[in-house]
């Protein structure tokens, strides 16, 4: 069997003025296509940027209330919650909602932080850069009182124009704050404690020559009585 193997050969030689002015004819359209389809992909392109730098800018413009705990500045074993707004703008009706609610045992106390109007009220506005902070529980005394330690907390807010803005949903975990290795940095609670133990051993220290300064003086005045009787 034999194959035979055609080659398409173009003799230009052959073409006539007509031939060529189809061809060019159609390579201008084919240019013309292309120019058309780069600058429709490049207005597109440029259309996405300018979305995406407006997009940008609102967010940046926008309130960004975050919950958290945080040490607390005074004492160590301390842990606070704190809500802050991060954003650049006015924050209003901010309502906190957390699953399961907040259990501490500082709850017996009177001053359940679950049911205070931090959690239980609408925050009726938040300026960039505010922060409320509440004494949320006692790091070791939570661990051995074996409650929670996560809890989901949802954000619900609206921006300064009244817009409700998306719920912002945190996960706050406790167990990470412990087994960790840490530096212990004494402050201002610490050098008040050390200044009562100082003032309380101080004042025992001054009852006990009191009563060391009356002893000798009663068996002095005991020596001084015999030794007149003799």
């Keep these: 069997m034999t194959h035979e193997l055609k080659v398409l050969a173009v003799d230009f030689g052959a073409w006539t003025p007509d031939d060529w002015s189809a061809l060019a004819a159609v390579a201008s359209t ?7 389809v780069i600058a429709v992909l490049a207005a597109i392109y440029a259309k996405q940027q300018v ?3 407006r997009q940008l800018r609102e967010d940046q413009a926008q309130p960004f209330v975050v919950v958290d705990f945080a040490d607390n500045p005074v004492w160590n074993k301390a842990i606070d919650f704190v809500v802050e707004n991060m954003g650049q703008t006015l924050a ?16 017996d106390t009177g001053h359940t932080l679950a049911s205070s109007p931090l959690l239980s009220q609408a925050i009726p506005s938040l300026p960039p850069g505010k922060r ?8 070791h005394e939570r661990h051995a009182a074996g409650l929670p330690m996560k809890y989901t ?12 803005q998306e719920p912002l949903t945190y996960i706050l975990d406790l167990s990470i ?8 940095e004494y402050r201002t609670h610490d050098a008040a404690k050390a200044l009562r133990e100082i003032s309380k051993t101080l004042k025992e220290t001054r009852g006990d020559l009191k009563n060391e300064f009356y002893r000798r003086r009663q068996a002095e005045s005991a020596d001084d009585d015999s030794s007149s009787v003799e």
């Design 30 to 36: 084919a240019l013309t296509i292309l120019t058309v």
């Design 51 to 53: 979305d995406l730098a």
């Design 92 to 107: 209003k009706n901010v309502k906190i909602k957390v699953d399961p609610p907040f259990q501490t045992t500082m709850d």
């Design 132 to 139: 409320i902070t509440a004494l949320f529980d006692v790091s």
């Design 153 to 164: 907390a949802t954000v619900e807010f609206e921006d300064a124009h009244g817009k409700p």
């Design 177 to 184: 704050r412990y087994d960790l290795l840490s530096i212990t």
